[in-house]
């Protein structure tokens, strides 16, 4: 049960993450004016997005169900699950999250074209109420108020991280007809802050949840998936920064470029990995 909600999380979490992020990112590299090469396949992938998040959201909610109840069978009994629903801090966000992900999905059923402000901002608040579940809710009073706004921000970081990688992607597969050092450019720039507010987040985490600048012993339980997480993240640094410094003249290296986007971008997945599997695990504490 414990690895079927670890996977379940992470498709949740990913999915969610690339669907804010490339929404937003996606004018910041290309302006507002339509670019149908890019736009159609956004679109159509939103829409899959969306649905995956909500077939995987309903999954999350039933595993919870059943690790509480003790059974599977607990899972598809309807009381239970009005139970977990009702009387549950996960449940109570959980019944928010479901019904903004439903609305999501139908919007752009509805309206499959750019996304809106009324899509984006559900989209927004979508990714918001991820942040009370798993350990943002450890907290009460204004403690856990401000560990979950600071899960807040670095989940927004995360996002335009992978999202924008994504749409990077998509952009590097018609490269003729757009900018594409300029779009680079842009997306580097974005990157410095996005890189200082994942790292700032990241160690006020660290240290409310822990107790400590860095959890003890190094090599096991939560610090070690943790210091994997770390090691994809300095990763990912390292590929943009290489990327960064061969932005000049990058339609004569494209090959190497895309592949070298699409390597960042699958270590950021694997980082969202690790924190699907760090949402399971009681942090250390001093």
């Known amino acids: 049960m414990s690895t079927l909600l670890v996977l379940c999380r992470f498709v949740h979490f990913s999915v969610v993450l690339l669907l804010f992020g490339a929404w937003v990112f996606r004018p910041l590299l290309l302006g ?110 204004l403690s856990g108020q401000l560990l979950i706004l600071n899960q807040i921000v670095h989940l927004g970081c995360v996002s335009l991280w992978l999202g924008g990688l994504l749409v990077l992607l998509m952009i590097l597969r018609q490269p003729g007809a757009l900018p594409l050092e300029r779009v680079l450019l842009r997306f580097s720039g974005v990157g410095y802050g996005l890189v200082a507010g994942l790292l700032v987040t990241g160690l006020i985490n660290v240290r409310v949840l822990t107790g400590q600048l860095w959890p003890t012993p190094l090599l096991s339980g939560f610090a070690l998936i943790l210091l994997i997480k770390v090691l994809l993240v300095v990763a990912m640094l390292g590929l943009a920064l290489f990327n960064r410094l061969r932005i000049r003249h990058c339609h004569a290296r494209l090959a190497t470029l895309r592949a070298s986007v699409a390597l960042e971008w699958l270590l950021g997945l694997a980082a969202v990995a690790a924190v699907s599997l760090l949402g399971t695990l009681p942090p250390l504490t001093a």
């Open 32 to 141: 507002r004016e339509a670019v149908a090469a890019v736009d159609c396949p956004l679109a159509r992938l939103s829409r899959w997005l969306a649905w995956i998040a909500l077939a995987s959201g309903v999954g999350w909610l039933l595993l919870i169900t059943a690790s509480m109840a003790g059974s599977w069978t607990s899972a598809l009994d309807p009381a239970t699950v009005q139970l977990v629903l009702g009387k549950t801090f996960f449940g109570r966000v959980w019944s928010g999250h479901l019904l903004l992900n439903a609305l999501l999905a139908l919007l752009l059923i509805a309206r499959p074209s750019w996304p809106r402000p009324l899509t984006l901002s559900l989209a927004a608040l979508l990714l918001a109420t991820l942040a009370p579940v798993g350990h943002g809710a450890m907290l009460d009073g």
